[in-house]
């Protein structure tokens, strides 16, 4: 392998999985590697893989901002980098600082605690829908449902609207996928549509509260300071893209590591103490969000190497997640592992996963579930990568498993 070999970014790369000996190779031979842009559009972008950098990039906003450029790889021109800069994710304090407190409110351990008895109701709900027939599209048809009834509750939405919330934010971003790839012109109409219907939501939200997050969130007020209506418009874009794929794609691609690794399904089933460890591993293992984007802010270095004011740097979770410095045997998936502090959810950044307790409550039932009620689940065919150089995805996944009867909740 040369280093003129490795493509980071071309998705089409990714359509077959991580290239995890890529990563191997960068963190040992160029751990801050400068890639040309192969299209020739932009300048290139330093690529970050060894845990310590990442975890530094990720902390020291003060030099790697999410705001310059946003959090993208891609670059964007300046209409859309404006719009971008107004979520959070493309913040960097102090006005993230502020944006932070205020959603906050609303995400407090309890409400996520509240939700556990529907996340476990929608759980069985989508198990009984499959588990006569003894065979599923285990994407399709299990991990895209939990997440997407999960949200919507969270947010408040009626569940009779999820799909279309869900189908406007996917339209929105977009996709590298062939299977997946929409227009230009869909996704502006899906963007007025959305911010339309979310505008709707808060003005009810405003005149009738429950306990939802929009509820709390139209309400919520720190030193006299509340967000704006179009604010509110874009957190509720940024909940929906952020909880929805993630968490879908880290049950998809946990449930693939178990049919490559039965020994450790069969541990679980025998010591279900384990799942604390298992979703830890599961989250290491599989990395759902691939990388972020930052842009330096003067010349710096990282580890030994000189970056430029202006820079654009990649630095790959996925990678860090496998840094053999700092996780023996990475390449090994071990439920038991201790310690493992993996950097799914970010290297404890000020961008730190919002969604972090409520992603790994949603993990915990589902596998709890599954192993309670299809626990001879297997693949019944191969699975299909999504073609993403960003998210860790798996499309299609065919598996069998013993019918039963539902338990109709
Ligand atoms: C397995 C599931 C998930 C993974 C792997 C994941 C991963 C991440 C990562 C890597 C970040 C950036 C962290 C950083 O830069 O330091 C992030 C931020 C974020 N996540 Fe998650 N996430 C998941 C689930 C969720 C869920 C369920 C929600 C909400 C319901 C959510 C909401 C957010 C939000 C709002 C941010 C931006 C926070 C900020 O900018 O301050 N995530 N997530």
């Excluded at 040369?2 to 998705?11: E, P, V």
């Excluded at 000189?306 to 090994?332: L, Q, Y």
């Excluded at 950044?349 to 969604?355: E, T, V």
Aim: aromatic letters at 10%.
């Amino acid at each position: 392998m040369q280093l003129a070999d490795i493509d980071l970014s071309d998705s089409r790369n990714f359509a077959g999985g991580v290239p995890h000996e890529w990563f191997a190779y960068l963190r040992r031979e160029a751990p801050v590697q400068w890639h040309r842009d192969p299209n020739g559009q932009a300048d290139g972008f330093w690529s970050v893989t060894r845990y310590d950098d990442c975890v530094t990039v990720n902390r020291d906003y003060e030099h790697f901002s999410s705001s310059r450029a946003a959090t993208l790889f891609t670059d964007m021109d300046e209409d859309n980098l404006a719009q971008l800069q107004l979520m959070m994710l493309n913040m960097d304090p102090p006005m993230h600082t502020r944006y932070r407190r205020l959603v906050n409110k609303g995400f407090t351990p309890r409400m996520i605690r509240d939700l556990e008895t529907k996340v476990v109701a929608s759980t069985d709900d989508i198990i009984d829908r499959v588990c006569e027939q003894g065979s599923a599209d285990f994407v399709e048809e299990i991990s895209a449902e939990l997440p997407l009834q999960v949200i919507a509750d969270l947010m408040g939405v009626p569940q009779a609207d999820r799909h279309l919330v869900f189908d406007w934010s996917n339209k929105m971003i977009g996709s590298e996928d062939p299977e997946f790839m929409v227009p230009p012109e869909y996704s502006t109409q899906a963007s007025l549509e959305l911010y339309a219907y979310a505008d709707e939501l808060c003005a009810k939200k405003r005149l009738d509260p429950h306990a939802d997050l929009f509820s709390v969130l139209t309400q919520a007020e720190v030193e006299g300071d509340q967000l704006s209506p179009l604010e509110l418009d874009l957190f509720f874009l940024l909940l929906a893209v952020a909880g929805n794929e993630t968490t879908r794609n880290l049950i998809s691609g946990a449930m693939v590591a178990f049919f490559d690794h039965p020994d450790q399904w069969e541990r679980l089933r025998a010591d279900r103490s384990l799942l604390p460890s298992a979703i830890e591993e599961m989250l290491r293992y599989v990395t759902p969000v691939m990388h972020f984007r930052r842009q330096a802010t003067m010349d710096w270095t990282i580890g030994e190497q000189r970056i430029n004011e202006g820079d654009k740097v990649v630095f790959w979770h996925t990678s860090a997640n496998r840094d053999e410095t700092v996780f023996d045997d990475p390449d090994t998936f071990d439920i038991g592992r201790a310690p493992n502090n993996h950097m799914a959810f970010g290297g404890g950044g000020p961008h730190f996963c919002l969604g972090a307790n409520l992603a790994r409550m949603e993990i915990r039932v589902m596998f709890d579930r599954l192993l309670d009620r299809l626990p001879d689940i297997h693949r019944a065919g191969e699975e299909q990568h999504l073609q993403s150089n960003f998210i860790n995805g798996v499309k299609h996944l065919p598996v069998a498993f013993s019918p039963s009867v539902p338990v109709g909740r």
